[in-house]
């Protein structure tokens, strides 16, 4: 059960105790169940009714409360189950995501002689090598934004995946393609393209900073 669960569930039985009480025949000022008049008094009807009034009263009283202790049983039942799903779907995101930092990789030599050699020719000169490193750049943009995301609104444990990339390996792959002249197949400087990435610039100075203070 997480915190929110917790302070709710003490909530509601502080409240539930309250109304408990409220609805007992103790707290009912001048309630009584059963028992004998006072010695020397006869029981009139008037009385007689206003007994039976009281006894109603308190059963309706305790039915209520009943009726509420009931209804935070299954408020609870489903914050937990809740709970519980939202965990296990953290889980296989995370699962998910590891999938994608695994496929994270450097640009080999050839793939950055290729950007090299090739960022001054014109559109129409483009070849299928072209193609292939160009579309080697944006699948790890793309997968480097990904991770990020899940990062950013806690999709997945924070923690699992900044110790996941604590290798270096996102920080380092981020900085290769910012580095990269003009892209042919794309267009485009590494730097234009790091641009369209936010979030991962986001989470690469965070994972830069973790990594400096380590050093320290």
């Not at 008049?37 to 007689?48: A, D, H, I, L, M």
């Not at 793309?142 to 995946?161: G, P, Q, R, S």
Request: proline content about 3%.
């Amino acid at each position: 059960m997480n915190a929110s669960v917790q302070r709710f569930s003490a909530l509601s039985s502080i409240v539930l105790a309250i109304a408990l009480w409220s609805a007992s025949p103790w707290f009912a000022k001048g309630a009584v169940i059963g028992g004998p008049s006072p010695s020397g008094q006869e029981t009139t009807n008037e009385q007689k009714g206003d007994w039976g009034k009281s006894n109603s009263d308190v059963i309706t009283a305790w039915g209520t409360a009943a009726a509420a202790l009931f209804a935070l049983i299954a408020t609870l039942q489903t914050l937990m189950a809740a709970a519980r799903s939202e965990k296990a779907a953290r889980a296989q995101r995370l699962a998910d995501l590891f999938e994608d930092i695994n496929k994270l990789d450097y640009l080999t030599p050839q793939d950055e002689k290729q950007v090299k050699d090739r960022s001054g020719l014109a559109i129409e000169e483009i070849t299928p090598q072209d193609e292939t490193v160009g579309r080697k750049i944006v699948s790890y943009a793309n997968t480097m934004e990904k991770i990020a995301f899940c990062w950013k609104n806690k999709l997945v444990d924070e923690k699992a995946v900044v110790e996941e990339l604590g290798g270096g390996d996102y920080v380092g792959v981020y900085d290769q393609i910012k580095c990269q002249p003009r892209i042919l197949w794309l267009n485009r400087s590494g730097e234009e393209v790091v641009k369209d990435m936010p979030t991962a610039t986001m989470l690469r100075n965070h994972l830069d900073g973790i990594k400096s203070k380590n050093k320290k």
